[in-house]
């Protein structure tokens, strides 16, 4: 009983953590670094994971934590660049061919995923995405989870540079409607314990690639 208290006290110790580097997160990418402003989606909550599957359901911000009983393995947030948008619509109402990339954030615990090798710690995710889906009228929440059930980094990736593993999308693999690019960035979750870490490995990394392709460099590597 006395482990299961201790194990309790460090999960709920660990939901803190994530919540403020997310708050990081946010004020950091709305400081327009690079040139590059960006905007959560949704505002107000974080997206949780089940199985294979985006539940949006874990609100940072008003109190209401809706796990408290369990550990999602994944935990993250999406990211859209503000100079994509052009009215007061909500993010994720936006159509995929309004949004030319889209970035995100995630932890993992570094199990229990099946399309991943388990690690011995658990690590941060930083992802950059030009999705291309067939349908261009896709809202951009819909793309989201496209995007989360179809990388496939171990399957997928075809280079590694800069810290950086490239890969592309499968259309109709996992019932993938897309078709672009990814970069991803992984590493440690442990290496961002400070504000400056968070700075120097996800938000100067992610504005200085989206100001890199806005200005032509190509997704591809």
Same mark, same amino acid.
């Given at each position: 009983?006395?482990?299961?208290?201790?194990?309790?006290?460090?999960?709920?110790?660990?939901?803190?953590?994530?919540?403020?580097?997310?708050?990081?997160?946010?004020?950091?990418?709305?400081?327009?670094?690079?040139?590059?402003?960006?905007?959560?989606?949704?505002?107000?909550?974080l997206v949780v994971t089940s199985t294979n599957y985006l539940l949006y359901n874990?609100?940072?911000?008003?109190?209401?934590?809706?796990?408290?009983?369990?550990?999602?393995?994944?935990?993250?947030?999406?990211?859209?660049?503000?100079?994509?948008?052009v009215d007061d619509s909500p993010l994720e109402d936006y159509p995929a061919k309004?949004?030319?990339?889209?970035?995100?954030?995630?932890?993992?615990?570094?199990?229990?995923?099946?399309?991943?090798?388990?690690?011995?710690?658990?690590?941060?995710?930083?992802?950059?995405?030009?999705?291309?889906?067939?349908?261009?009228?896709?809202?951009?929440?819909?793309?989201?989870?496209?995007?989360?059930?179809?990388?496939?980094? &171990? !399957?997928? =990736?075809?280079?590694?540079?800069?810290?950086? +593993?490239? %890969?592309?999308?499968?259309?109709?693999?996992?019932?993938?409607?897309?078709?672009?690019?990814?970069?991803?960035?992984?590493?440690?979750?442990?290496?961002?314990?400070?504000?400056?870490?968070?700075?120097?490995?996800?938000?100067?990394?992610?504005? &200085? !690639?989206? =100001?890199?392709?806005?200005?032509?460099?190509? +997704?591809? %590597?």
């Open positions: 009983m006395d482990r299961a208290t201790e194990s309790y006290k460090v999960m709920l110790a660990y939901q803190d953590w994530v919540e403020n580097l997310f708050r990081t997160l946010d004020n950091k990418f709305a400081l327009g670094l690079n040139g590059k402003k960006l905007s959560p989606m949704p505002k107000t909550k874990y609100a940072i911000y008003n109190g209401q934590e809706v796990y408290n009983t369990w550990l999602p393995p994944w935990v993250g947030r999406f990211y859209i660049d503000l100079d994509y948008l309004q949004v030319q990339y889209i970035t995100f954030v995630w932890t993992w615990l570094g199990s229990k995923d099946e399309y991943i090798a388990d690690t011995d710690r658990p690590e941060c995710w930083v992802g950059i995405v030009e999705p291309k889906p067939r349908d261009t009228e896709y809202r951009v929440y819909d793309v989201a989870g496209e995007i989360w059930k179809c990388i496939r980094v &171990e !399957k997928d =990736a075809e280079k590694e540079s800069d810290g950086w +593993i490239f %890969g592309r999308f499968n259309p109709n693999s996992f019932g993938s409607e897309l078709n672009g690019f990814w970069q991803v960035r992984r590493f440690p979750l442990r290496d961002i314990s400070s504000i400056y870490q968070t700075y120097q490995l996800i938000v100067n990394p992610v504005t &200085e !690639k989206l =100001a890199k392709l806005a200005g032509g460099e190509s +997704i591809r %590597g």
